[in-house]
């Protein structure tokens, strides 16, 4: 945000400040309906006003809009740049899919879609991330030049020179620009919606377009939001004389603001500024001789229905001065001597309270109730809910204790909490070692650390903080391990930090949680529990199977620890371990190696050849084999090749880049969880993966020499009337697109 407004901020300082141009509100660049929503909205602004206005939204980022317009709007970008994309990417199919292209125009696609995709979303930013706007940078200028972008591309671009003049390249282009519109159409509703106060402002004082610049500047909000609590102010600054309940003879007045919530009162005093329970408040005012507008010292919140004062507060919650008790006294007896209900609540001024209620008692007939210590009241309140749930939990606990009186976080009592949760399993569960080391106490602290890192409850709340050092508990036949744990209002909170809350109920929230969590792990094979086995498995107090230990390794990073190998888990619907995918950097075949290494025969450095060559069934297993004894196994059952690309590079000399890349599945018989961990262990680096490639060539050329040609599948000829054996199967394409898909491509 910082940089944002001061982005702003330079602009309004320099010669080129966009809300300074001379230019009229249909001048400017905005889409028509923007503009004419503008001009409509501000009839009677001057010309300049509206530029100004205009200039604003222009320049303003979607996801910085005020009053939560961002989201609906953000969606419609998101749909608008999927349209687009998929559109044009479902129009390249069948024989001009892009494989099939020549490698300049299928390159040239592929750029045409990234950019203006990156235009509409903004570079590196997924559109299908429609909860992620924290980055967006995206204006409603980028939109109408994504659009230009787009027409220009199916009018005269790549797309055009690959398609022709169908029906869908001819279509297609109006269909965009007709979800643009709707954007604009929306953003123009929203502007107008939002800037109510801003109109009401500027059409009734025709030169305060003039302070928008300097409104912005000294503002720390974004720029629409500047103006428009500007224009706020301004509005409730206007006072109306019928609202003047009474002036006094220092020139003071009662003012009644007619709501029960007025954010101006709250900027004025220094406080919520509302009061739930009143249907009014009222606000002692005074306006100096040379002031434009007044200031506020004490507010008073009313509902003449109950016929009871809730609140009498002056400035930041505290009590009003004493100088100020003659005013609250004329007012209460000008109310009827209501009910008097204010006990110092919200506020840290107990003293203050007692002498100002003190005083109202002996000069008015109100009914008043006494003061209470609200420190005392919150104690007794966390006390009896930390009691009442701890006698409830079977495993869990959780602890509370009052804040000091001089903390200065908040205006009212306050409190720390934080608890854990017990997760009780069977012993005879954990391996030998595991009972031994817990039984004898030699588990260290960073043991805990360990097991506790690895839990992973999904829910929304109830999640552990991960950080947790608690102590194992052996109970019989049982051994109980405890977490930290954290709801939506402790989320993130360390072991060493509390969480601090001055409204009560965050702490029965928080119990909540623990109970629910408390309770769940009382039941063999819950989810907790799950979680827990898996992260023992993979800290070694627990036995798994094969394929557990693979993927619980991969949780734990083991795997990748000074790797190239890329690694990917996923879980099934029950958050259960279900497959490890597992590719290898992306590596290359350099046509320069062959001719050094004594491949010497032109044929077989042909780019058509050599990939034709790397896309066979022959290759491709000879590959495997070499992986297979670099990795000093000789199991036979291998893990399933998934994916297996080779990109052709119009380098010159020419070069391929490969990506092959495995899955191990939790039905996959243990030796392919087996095979995957050693291969996995090996530490190949990607210099050792290019070699094994070159091997792997070279041997599936000599067998390719050595195979008698009658007893192999021709597809490919030759010199000397050998053949090899090639699958040309497309099949990988689909394959590829199902694990893009998996990978967040």
């Not at 320049?59 to 910085?64: A, E, I, P, T």
């Not at 609202?243 to 101006?264: A, E, G, M, N, V």
């Not at 060493?496 to 629910?516: H, I, P, Q, T």
């Not at 262990?681 to 070279?698: R, T």
Request: charged share 30%.
């Amino acid at each position: 945000m910082k940089n944002y407004i001061q982005s702003w901020r330079s602009s309004i300082l320099s010669e080129s400040n966009p809300l300074i141009l001379n230019e009229g509100i249909f001048d400017i660049g905005l889409p028509a309906a923007v503009a004419e929503a503008i001009n409509r909205d501000f009839d009677g602004v001057p010309e300049k006003g509206k530029t100004m206005i205009g200039n604003l939204y222009k320049n303003m980022v979607f996801n910085q809009l005020t009053r939560g317009y961002a989201m609906p709007l953000m969606n419609d970008v998101v749909h608008l740049a999927d349209q687009i994309v998929e559109t044009t990417l479902d129009l390249f199919s069948g024989d001009k899919d892009p494989d099939k292209l020549p490698p300049e125009d299928r390159e040239k696609i592929m750029q045409f879609m990234k950019n203006v995709r990156n235009t509409i979303v903004g570079e590196g930013v997924s559109p299908d991330r429609k909860g992620n706007y924290g980055n967006w940078k995206i204006k409603v200028g980028d939109i109408q030049k994504a659009i230009k972008m787009t027409k220009k591309g199916y009018s005269r671009g790549i797309v055009k020179k690959i398609l022709g003049d169908t029906i869908q390249v001819k279509a297609f282009p109006e269909m965009f620009e007709t979800l643009a519109e709707d954007i604009y159409d929306m953003y123009a509703r929203m502007i107008g919606q939002a800037t109510l106060d801003v109109q009401t402002w500027l059409k009734s004082q025709r030169d305060e377009y003039k302070k928008i610049p300097k409104i912005i500047e000294d503002s720390n909000y974004y720029p629409d939001t500047a103006i428009i609590r500007y224009a706020q102010n301004w509005l409730h600054d206007i006072e109306k004389e019928e609202q003047k309940l009474h002036t006094f003879d220092d020139t003071s007045y009662w003012y009644d603001l007619q709501t029960d919530t007025c954010p101006i009162e709250a900027d004025r005093m220094g406080h919520c500024g509302g009061d739930g329970r009143a249907t009014t408040l009222y606000s002692l005012r005074y306006k100096g001789k040379d002031k434009q507008k007044s200031d506020s010292f004490v507010t008073v919140a009313y509902n003449p229905d109950t016929k009871i004062i809730y609140q009498i507060k002056g400035k930041f919650n505290n009590a009003p001065d004493e100088k100020f008790y003659n005013h609250i006294a004329w007012l209460i007896n000008a109310l009827g001597n209501p009910k008097v209900e204010e006990t110092g609540e919200h506020s840290n001024d107990a003293e203050g309270f007692i002498e100002m209620i003190d005083w109202l008692k002996e000069h008015t007939n109100a009914e008043m109730e006494d003061p209470t210590d609200n420190w005392d009241e919150m104690e007794e309140l966390i006390t009896a809910t930390v009691n009442y749930y701890n006698n409830q939990y079977f495993y869990s606990k959780i602890f509370a204790e009052m804040s000091a009186r001089d903390d200065a976080q908040f205006d009212e009592p306050a409190y720390y909490f934080k608890g854990y949760v017990g997760v009780p399993i069977e012993l005879e569960m954990l391996s030998e070692e595991g009972q031994q080391k817990l039984k004898d106490g030699k588990y260290t602290r960073d043991d805990i650390r360990a097991i506790t890192r690895l839990m992973d409850d999904p829910r929304a709340s109830g999640k552990f903080t991960g950080q947790g050092a608690h102590p194992v508990k052996i109970d019989g036949d049982r051994v109980i391990f405890f977490f930290n744990a954290a709801d939506l209002v402790t989320q993130g909170v360390s072991e060493e930090e509390w969480a601090l809350s001055s409204y009560e109920g965050d702490l029965r929230m928080f119990a909540d949680d623990v109970l629910n969590m408390d309770r769940e792990a009382s039941v063999s094979g819950n989810a907790l529990e799950e979680d827990l086995i898996r992260a023992l498995i993979a800290t070694g107090f627990m036995d798994g199977g094969p394929f557990l230990n693979l993927y619980m390794g991969t949780r734990q990073g083991i795997y990748q620890k000074d790797s190239d190998w890329i690694i990917e888990t996923d879980v099934d619907g029950d958050d259960n371990p279900k497959l490890v995918w597992f590719q290898t950097p992306e590596i290359y075949f350099d046509l320069n190696r062959l001719e050094k290494d004594g491949v010497e025969e032109e044929y077989y450095r042909k780019p058509q050849v050599v990939e034709k060559i790397l896309n066979s069934n022959t290759f491709k297993n000879s590959f495997m084999n070499e992986l297979s004894k670099a990795a000093l196994t000789t199991e036979t059952q291998m893990p399933d090749i998934q994916v297996w690309e080779v990109i052709f590079e119009n380098y010159n000399p020419p070069r391929f880049a490969i990506q092959a890349a495995w899955q191990v599945d939790k039905d996959d018989n243990e030796s392919k969880a087996e095979v995957a961990g050693r291969w996995l262990s090996s530490e190949f680096g990607k210099s050792d993966f290019e070699d094994m490639l070159h091997m792997a060539f070279y041997k599936t050329l000599n067998d390719a020499f050595d195979t008698d040609a009658k007893d192999s599948q021709a597809s490919m000829d030759f010199p000397g009337g050998k053949r090899l054996s090639v699958n040309e199967s497309v099949s990988h394409k689909d394959i590829m697109k199902k694990w893009k898909g998996f990978r967040g491509f």
